[in-house]
């Protein structure tokens, strides 16, 4: 996918710093972000989200999505940067991002890489909805605009090449070759209980959510808290092959507090819904570091106990 050939768009302040962040780079070999901006102190910028960044680290980002950096590993999950593989072949001096496409690149071999990114967003979000399939290629954009003239004729290849059908008058899309599996049957199903999240590949496309489980699962992290129906960060509960309702979890005085809401207005009347539930909060409890002893008897009273409509503002 490099280079994506924005870098030449830069106002030339920032081409300049990137200069001198790529010489510097390659006299190290490879930094860590906080060396960098100990040795340029490039100040801080307004990020995406709205909060604050360091402007040393959001330059070497647009170098890495620029195909001028590259991410050789992390340290504590913050990547350390090191020249593009083929860094020698980019003109420094203009820093265009431009260099001479590969021998034998032809029309057909890059319309099987445009397919085979495609192939990977299927893979992930699969089974998808037609709209949400178009969706998904379309914002391909982002990951390579160079191509982003040519995403329309692949989403038409991909709608001849994906395996499809049509269910209640909606297209559902998923990988060629795959072949879903039948519907387990009701004493083989998992006694799981899962707390996904809201990005999770099960919950991020709100409109399959809403057609497999036929109620409405909005991430409400930016919404006024008086206007909240689920809570600011709840999580989509899976039991089994259903999602059946959210939590909202905590942390107070080192033990886990969770809100359960149930779409039903009460839990499954099952007791291995009940160990399942504990079972998932004592995973969640040892991934926070909390006690894991505290209020695993309380929570196992709350499950038979707790029955939340779903028009409870939860907490």
Do not use: C
């Not at 090449?161 to 199903?189: C, F, K, M, S, T």
């Not at 939590?247 to 009940?274: H, T, W």
């Not at 399942?276 to 409890?285: F, H, I, K, T």
């Amino acid at each position: 996918m490099h280079p994506r050939g924005l870098v030449s768009r830069w106002p030339p302040g920032r081409r300049q710093r990137a200069q001198l962040l790529l010489a510097f780079v390659r006299e190290r070999g490879s930094v860590h972000p906080r060396e960098v901006d100990r040795h340029f102190s490039h100040g801080r910028v307004t990020n995406y989200w709205g909060g604050s960044s360091s402007a040393t680290t959001h330059l070497m980002e647009l170098m890495h999505y620029g195909g001028l950096l590259r991410v050789v590993r992390r340290e504590a999950g913050i990547r350390i940067y090191a020249l593009h593989e083929r860094g020698d072949a980019l003109d420094i001096p203009k820093l265009d991002g431009r260099r001479p496409r590969p021998a034998g690149i032809d029309a057909a071999e890059r319309h099987a890489r445009i397919d085979a990114l495609v192939d990977v967003v299927v893979r992930t979000y699969a089974p998808l909805p037609g709209a949400t399939l178009s969706y998904l290629v379309r914002r391909l954009r982002y990951a390579a605009p160079q191509w982003h003239g040519e995403l329309g004729k692949a989403l038409q290849r991909a709608r001849h090449r994906l395996a499809h059908v049509q269910v209640d008058g909606i297209d559902w899309y998923w990988p060629a070759g795959e072949r879903p599996p039948r519907p387990p049957r009701r004493d083989d199903r998992e006694d799981a209980v899962r707390l996904l999240a809201p990005f999770d590949p099960i919950v991020w496309d709100r409109l399959r959510f809403e057609l497999l489980w036929g109620w409405q699962y909005r991430f409400e992290a930016y919404t006024p808290a008086v206007k909240r129906k689920l809570g600011y960060y709840a999580l989509p509960l899976l039991w089994r092959d259903q999602v059946i309702g959210w939590a909202n979890v905590s942390m107070r005085k080192g033990e886990l507090q969770a809100d359960i809401g149930y779409v039903a207005a009460r839990p499954p009347r099952d007791r291995r819904f009940g160990r399942a539930l504990e079972a998932e909060l004592d995973r969640m409890r040892f991934f926070l570091g909390a006690d894991l002893n505290a209020g695993v008897q309380a929570d196992a009273k709350a499950v038979v106990k707790d029955v939340v409509s779903t028009g409870r503002r939860p907490r």
